[in-house]
Nanobody
Framework: VQLQASGGGLVQPGGSLRLSCAAS????????IGWFRQAPGKEREWVAC????????YYADSVNGRFTSARDNAKNTAYLQMNSLKPEDTAVYYC?????????????????WGQGTQVTVSS
């Protein structure tokens, strides 16, 4: 399983960005995809997860209602649509996958990680 996040950048508060997570073939068919972020000086934070078996999505309270997780299995790509961005959303964002098709309960169950992409929200 290989993952690569991209799509980060600089955006003004209130703006939007869509992150992409390119996955190796068939990954999205058999693995859930999670999103994490890590801001400078802070611990890594779980953001969202989408199950591959039933499409259910889960979000951290801090992003619920603003972020949306999606996937295009034909393109082997997962997405994180981020709207109404705030300065506190500034972080390096990572996509990750557990060995299972279901979203795990703990971040330690994510076995595969992509390189991060920087998101900066600033005026």
């Amino acid at each position: 399983v290989q993952l690569q996040a991209s799509g980060g950048g600089l955006v003004q508060p209130g703006g939007s960005l869509r992150l992409s997570c390119a996955a190796s073939r068939d990954t999205l068919d058999y693995h859930a995809i999670g999103w994490f972020r890590q801001a400078p000086g802070k611990e890594r934070e779980w953001v969202a997860c989408r199950s591959s078996i039933d499409g259910r999505t889960y979000y951290a309270d801090s992003v619920n209602g603003r972020f949306t997780s999606a996937r295009d299995n034909a393109k082997n790509t997962a997405y994180l649509q981020m709207n109404s961005l705030k300065p506190e959303d500034t972080a390096v964002y990572y996509c990750a996958a557990p060995r299972s098709s279901m979203c795990p309960g703990t971040s330690s169950e994510y076995a595969y990680w992509g390189q991060g992409t920087q998101v900066t929200v600033s005026s």
